[in-house]
């Protein structure tokens, strides 16, 4: 017999069964483990680009600063293209090769300016390019990048103090090997009020660029291939 059109067809509702401890901890693991993977991702995508950018910031920043260090009439060559590169070397302190840009004058040869990096900041790594001329003197420092204290180690910046122009035309034969210290390692160079460990890194690193120049003054100077050093002098 058919049912009566008001019948009421009753679904089944009963529960399912609920998941086991050991299932429910395999689910949540799988979503913590799926979550960090992703999380992972996005932050090393993030420190890459990061990366990216400051070191093309800091590119930027040495090609506008070669030109302070040394201005255009002194020379008629492109020193961003004018350049000798360096293998990794103890007494330079450098862990990669770097490419030296060489300022010129009549094809010989007026400056050659280093962008080196000290690992020894109060705050981590100080880039800088140093700007040695051909008869051994400094044509300058520039600091292009840094995390020192605001305030204290910024004293680097020419813009905050300058402190950093004090080390123009300074050399290694005018102030001998052991000169070329802050005065506070028994040294002739002023370190500013309320830091030491900034100037200090900066001053090592300068002497480091003289030492190398004095070492393979020949080779530079003619565009050698230069044979890198395995000893250290420069701490």
Same mark, same amino acid.
């Given at each position: 017999?058919?049912?009566?059109?008001?019948?009421?067809?009753?679904?089944?509702?009963?529960?399912?069964?609920?998941?086991?401890?050991?299932?429910?901890?395999?689910?949540?693991?799988?979503?913590?483990?799926?979550?960090?993977?992703?999380?992972?991702?996005?932050?090393?995508?993030?420190?890459?680009?990061?990366?990216?950018?400051?070191?093309?910031?800091?590119?930027?920043?040495?090609?506008?600063?070669?030109?302070?260090?040394?201005?255009?009439?002194?020379?008629? /060559?492109?020193? !961003?293209?004018?350049?000798?590169? $360096?293998?990794?070397?103890? &007494?330079? %302190?450098?862990?990669?090769? #770097?490419?030296?840009?060489?300022a010129?004058?009549?094809?010989?040869?007026?400056?050659?300016?280093?962008?080196?990096t000290?690992?020894?900041?109060?705050?981590?790594?100080i880039?800088?390019?140093?700007?040695?001329?051909a /008869?051994?003197? !400094?044509?300058?420092?520039?600091? $292009?990048?840094?995390?020192? &204290?605001? %305030?204290?180690?910024?004293? #680097?910046?020419?813009?905050?103090?300058?402190?950093?122009?004090?080390?123009?035309?300074?050399?290694?034969?005018?102030?001998?090997?052991?000169?070329?210290?802050?005065?506070?390692?028994?040294?002739?160079?002023?370190?500013?009020?309320?830091?030491t460990?900034?100037?200090?890194?900066?001053?090592?690193?300068?002497?480091?660029?003289?030492?190398?120049?004095?070492?393979?003054?020949?080779?530079?100077?003619?565009?050698?291939?230069?044979?890198?050093?395995?000893?250290?002098?420069?701490?």
């Amino acid at each position: 017999m058919h049912g009566s059109p008001d019948q009421t067809v009753i679904e089944d509702t009963t529960a399912q069964p609920a998941l086991s401890l050991g299932q429910s901890i395999l689910r949540s693991s799988i979503g913590l483990g799926i979550f960090a993977v992703v999380t992972a991702g996005v932050i090393a995508i993030t420190q890459l680009g990061t990366s990216a950018t400051i070191a093309d910031n800091i590119q930027k920043a040495q090609s506008r600063t070669l030109y302070e260090l040394v201005p255009a009439h002194l020379l008629d /060559n492109d020193p !961003l293209k004018d350049t000798v590169s $360096l293998q990794p070397d103890a &007494t330079l %302190g450098n862990k990669t090769v #770097v490419n030296v840009h060489i300022a010129r004058k009549q094809g010989q040869v007026v400056a050659l300016l280093f962008p080196v990096t000290n690992p020894h900041g109060y705050s981590g790594n100080i880039d800088m390019l140093v700007a040695v001329n051909a /008869n051994g003197e !400094l044509a300058g420092v520039r600091v $292009l990048s840094h995390k020192e &204290t605001p %305030g204290l180690g910024d004293k #680097v910046e020419t813009k905050k103090s300058s402190w950093i122009h004090s080390l123009t035309g300074l050399s290694l034969e005018k102030l001998g090997l052991e000169g070329w210290r802050v005065k506070k390692d028994g040294g002739q160079i002023d370190q500013f009020t309320g830091a030491t460990i900034t100037p200090r890194a900066v001053v090592g690193q300068t002497r480091a660029v003289l030492q190398y120049f004095e070492q393979h003054k020949a080779e530079l100077l003619n565009h050698r291939v230069v044979a890198p050093s395995h000893t250290s002098t420069a701490q």
